[in-house]
Every structure is written in C-alpha cells, then in structure tokens.
C-alpha cells in the first residue's frame, strides 16, 4: 500500500510538470503574437490619424515653400521699382524721368503774330512744340506776356510768387504766360501761370537741342514746351512793345 502511494504522489508530479510545460508555452505563443502585432504597427503602413497628419504636414511645407517663393518674387519686383526710381533721379534735372502713366506726347502747332481781326492773326513766327504729360490738351488763343522776375529786369524764369510786370496782364481777354527754363521746377513755373489766370503756360528751352517732355503733375492750367530757338524770336516779339497774340493749336 506505501507503494502505491509513492506511485500515485510519481503520476500527480508528472501531471503537474505537464501542465506547467503547456501553460508556459501557451503564455509565450501569446506574447510572441503580441510581439508580432506590435511589429506590424511599427514597421507596417501608416494608420488612418498617422496618414491624415502626414498629408497635412506635406500640405503646409508645400504652402510654406509657395509663400516663401512668392516673398522673394515680390521683394525682387519691388527692389527693381526702388532701382529703376533711384537711377531716373540720378539722371539729372534736363533728363525727362519714364512717366508709367501716359505712354504718348501730344504736338502742338504754335503760332504768334498780330490781331488782324477777332477770328485771325497775322503769321509772324510759328513753331512745333510739345504738351506737358498731365496738361490738357486744348486750342488756345491769347495775348503773349513774357514773364519778368521780380528785380531782375532781364530774368524770365518765373520761380517766385510773383512777376513784376503784372500790370500788363489783360483783364477782358485770355492771355499765354512765356517762361524761360531754368532754376526752378515745371511745376513753380506753371503755378505762376495759374495764379494770375493764364490761359496757357509756354515754356521755352534755356539751351537748344531736343524738346523734351516736361512732368506736369499737379498743374490744372493748358502747359506746353518749345525749343529754344523760338522762344527767343517769341520773346523778342512779346518784349517789343506791340500787342502780340499767340495760336496754340493740337497737332
């Protein structure tokens, strides 16, 4: 009978081993597909949150190199305005500066001479000229006062407030101020014209060559240029004494 006993206690050993085998190598299959999923998540493709924010990753570095690209576009148009101003004021006072707003002069035909009548005038001298880039574009008929700068009986730039021989400025009909060119801008000289009623503003160049295309921004008054070679024989005319009209006409 202690026999079987020992043989019984030998049996329930033997189980017992068993089944701490089994279940051992059940708890590592277990943690081995656990291993396995984990692995699968790490190396696998991306999860739905993980592929959603890659997406908006790339969007915003795509929209970050757009806004990037477009700065240095418009700091490179702006930079070239900015050198392109620069060198047009580089040029001096005599080089007409690019006007982006109007492409195109306008000639004018400029006649000066006598009133032989209420409708015409006699021919006396004529030239060509060119309207200023903002100034109106209109025929004109008016008596010839060449501007005299105050204290200088023989200056006729016109870049004071005033002229000295504004008592010859006529009160019932239309008259063109004629300035010479030089110390002062288009703009001083035009206003003059402007502050005593001037039908038009000529200005004629202070050396010969080119006529050129004067600024005029900033004036309301009819404004033109012409060379300086009629300007003295209009000059000589307007200072002789005589009543002498001029004949602005658009070419």
Not at 40 to 50: E, K, L, T
Not at 123 to 139: A, C, D, I, V, W
Request: aromatic residues 8%.
């Amino acid at each position: 009978m202690y026999k079987l006993s020992i043989l019984n206690m030998l049996k329930y050993c033997v189980w017992a081993v068993v089944i701490f085998v089994f279940l051992q190598a059940g708890e590592s299959s277990v943690e081995a597909r656990r291993r396995k999923r984990k692995g699968a998540d790490v190396s696998g493709p991306p999860s739905r949150r993980h592929r959603k924010h890659n997406k908006l990753n790339r969007n915003n570095h795509h929209a970050l190199d757009s806004s990037l690209t477009s700065t240095k576009t418009d700091d490179t148009h702006t930079k070239t305005i900015i050198d392109q101003y620069i060198k047009s004021r580089r040029r001096g006072s005599r080089k007409q500066s690019k006007s982006y707003t109007v492409k195109k002069w306008t000639e004018a035909n400029v006649t000066v001479g006598t009133k032989v009548d209420e409708l015409s005038l006699s021919n006396l001298e004529q030239s060509l000229g060119k309207f200023g880039h903002h100034s109106r574009r209109e025929n004109i008929v008016g008596r010839v006062i060449h501007i005299t700068d105050p204290g200088l009986e023989n200056s006729h730039h016109g870049c004071g407030h005033t002229m000295s021989n504004r008592h010859m400025i006529p009160n019932n009909e239309t008259w063109v101020a004629l300035i010479k060119r030089g110390y002062c801008y288009f703009f001083n000289k035009i206003k003059l014209g402007e502050r005593y009623n001037a039908s038009a503003v000529v200005i004629y160049d202070d050396k010969p060559g080119k006529i050129e295309i004067m600024n005029t921004i900033g004036t309301n008054v009819v404004s033109l240029m012409i060379s300086h070679e009629a300007g003295i024989k209009f000059a000589k005319l307007a200072d002789s004494g005589l009543n002498v009209y001029m004949n602005i006409t658009v070419g």
